[in-house]
């Protein structure tokens, strides 16, 4: 059995222990690191092999999807942004995704949807991971402004 590797990324402490505890608690997922910036999260991503990582959309300094541009020119490494869903979340979360994220994931569900998070991160991992409705009907919304306009 071979380990997925994961490098969570947020500025909270708070959900960095969380996302430990969640992941963790499925044998087949180790983290990492625990970054609390992009630049921290840079300086790991150089020391350790990582198979997936998750990423804050909302951080002081370089925010996740400033950072996910970057991750993206770099890495092929699957990002799963996290985020609390704010009043533009639908908009955020469409734009991650259509920057190359692996798929979304609201933060504040990570211990009441543990399942579906480890899912998703495992799928990610194998590159297997698919887009749930939630995000289908953000990117299609998000397609469709555009295409208004």
């Known amino acids: 059995m071979r380990l997925v590797r994961v490098l969570v990324v947020d500025d909270s402490v708070t959900i960095r222990a969380m996302m430990r505890q969640v992941l963790e608690s499925d044998p087949e997922i180790r983290i990492a690191g625990l970054a609390a910036s992009a630049d921290a999260a840079d300086r790991m991503l150089d020391e350790n092999l990582v198979d997936v990582i998750t990423l804050d959309i909302e951080m002081p300094g370089r925010s996740g999807l400033d950072y996910l541009e970057e991750i993206r020119a770099k890495r092929q490494t699957p990002v799963i942004m996290l985020s609390s869903y704010t009043v533009r979340g639908e908009e955020v979360r469409a734009q991650a995704l259509l920057m190359g994220a692996t798929a979304c994931f609201n933060k504040a569900n990570a211990v009441r949807e543990r399942d579906k998070l480890i899912r998703l991160v495992k799928d990610a991992a194998h590159r297997q991971a ?15 402004l555009r295409a208004a306009e």
């Open 130 to 144: 698919r887009l749930d409705r939630e995000d289908v009907a953000a990117v299609a919304a998000a397609v469709a």
